[in-house]
């Protein structure tokens, strides 16, 4: 798939002689170094990444870090000082300020942290801002306004003034006049900081539904590690006006890149991010095609076990076996494993997450097989849910 | 020691320029004196002053009342005061600083809020312009009497630009300042949705500025009141005048009556500005 976002090199500097503080930037010098200097301040240095069509990819890093410097740079609030941006394929760095205004208006919207609401126009007018720029008709810019403001479930205060409105409230509006304009992208700097916890959870689980709704690229801005794991597909970090590490919120958690980001993620709580996947071991299993009870007493003797998982050839999950059964099935000479297979198998899918695993793990005499689509991918133990919330022992790959 | 020095020619440059100008620009000088003047005039004169006293002081009492959100008292202190003048005899006085006034405040608008855009768009017109601003609001107002006379002959004229160039700044510079307050987030909204600078002016920073112009503006219909009464130095017509006539004779009773009908206006049109930036804002 094509990125609909591509940005290469793109460097900001700010001060008068940003070319010298590129070069010493190329020698490896520190922002700091390069502040001393020159008196420049690097707000970025060299951001390369691409963004997926549809994908909500999160920029995160401290303040300081240069991230609401790197999400002007992509619609050119900030003059970028070396680098493209391409939008499907189009370079904006390169762009006439008309083309530029065109991109603007068309396929990139903004949603500010503070909201930056117009406060002497309404609700709707605020939504209707940036078709009325366009010059669309009213008729239709207010139909679009509306449709915006309902899908943020703001149907009923479009009359309303933005002080009037509750800073969650208000935030919607800043939302809606961004979708008004049907964009394609949508970038979000730091959008739901201003908010208190509770509506912040709340605009967070919107966003992601109208996300599901909508398969909207977004680019969200942030300094909350738990919000960038809980909406982002992808999380790029920051530090010092670099990108230090992208991945998924897995890859971040489990392989942080260096000291910086292990530092940012100590603080997590685990065990809200951890899935299935990233506990689980690989099972030893019998096939019911061509195994018998001998042969599932003998293979638990050897690995030490008192039960274990039986499958067939496609690896379907069919149920497990104890090893007091077998043996009783061996004292009687039953061939067939099915007369002794139990099938209340406790089972998670592989994004269970692991405060959901607790819950079924604690109940249960075996381990807990993780399926996916019937087929089992692994099993967890109870040692594996200790070890992993203690912060060791975590797989990334695949074990199935 | 000093002494020796020779002095410095400034006074023959400034003459000489003054006649350079008024010698070079007198195809723009000429019709102002020769047409604006006389219109003003007329307007004051025979206009305004045809208008019956009652009905003017009636529109003038329901303006009130509403633009001070449907109070009585501005009202009442309209009419009573406008009826005092009325009894002094000095209406046609007021009808001439009126006209006076309502002319160099709005010519004074009309080119001060789009100078303090510029300035607030470029950083090298604000710098050149903040020195210039303050060397025409220290210098005493006096001094503007002697060019524009000399360019408008004597009457109404070099009164309202004698008073233009002393009112204007304050629009000029509070324009300025509205616009570069606007805060930071929302101009990136507007650029961020695509707006043209001239979107950008009229959608958003215009409205968002609009009470701290309208305090300029107020300032300057004040400012240009007073200027206008100094005016009658070189001929403006008025109550100003009222009051030159009375010093002359050393009539502490006229030039107090005259005097009161200035405080009178000054009040009313400071209201009138005041409760029209409240209203709207």
Redesign the interface.
Known sequence: MVPIIKVENLSKVFGKKPQVALELLDEGKSKDEILEQTGNTVGVNRATFDVEEGEIFVIMGLSGSGKSTLVRLLNRLIEPTEGSVYINEQNLAKMDKKELRQIRREKMSMVFQKFALFPFRTVLENAEYGLEIQGIDKEQRKEKAEKALELVGLGGYINQLPAQLSGGMQQRVGLARALANDPEVLLMDEAFSALDPLIRKEMQDELLDLQDRMKKTIIFITHDLDEALRIGDRIALMKDGSIVQIGSPEDILVNPANEYVEKFVEDVDRSKVLTAENIMKRPETINIEKHGPRVALERMKEEGLSSMYVVDRQRKLHGYVTADDASAAVKKDTKDLNEILRTDVPTVTPTTTMTEIFNIIYNSPVPVAVVDDGTLKGIIVRGAVIAALAGSEVNTEDVG | MLDKLPKLEVAQPVRDLTDWIKEKFEFIFNPIKDDFGPFLEKLSEEWLAAIPAWLFILIVAVLAFFVSGKKFGFAIFSVLGLVFIYNQGQWVELMFTFVLVIAASFLAIIIGIPIGILMSKSKVIQSILTPVLDFMQTMPAFVYLIPTAAFFAIGMPPGVFAALIFAAPPTIRLTNLGIRQV?K??V?????????GL?KLI??EL??AKSTIMAGINQTVMLSLSMVVVASMIGAPGLGREVIRALQRADVGAGFVAGLGIVILAIIIDRFTQYMNKGKA
């Open positions: 805060s987030e929302l990136e909204a507007s650029e961020a949705f695509g707006s043209t979107q959608k958003v409205p968002m």
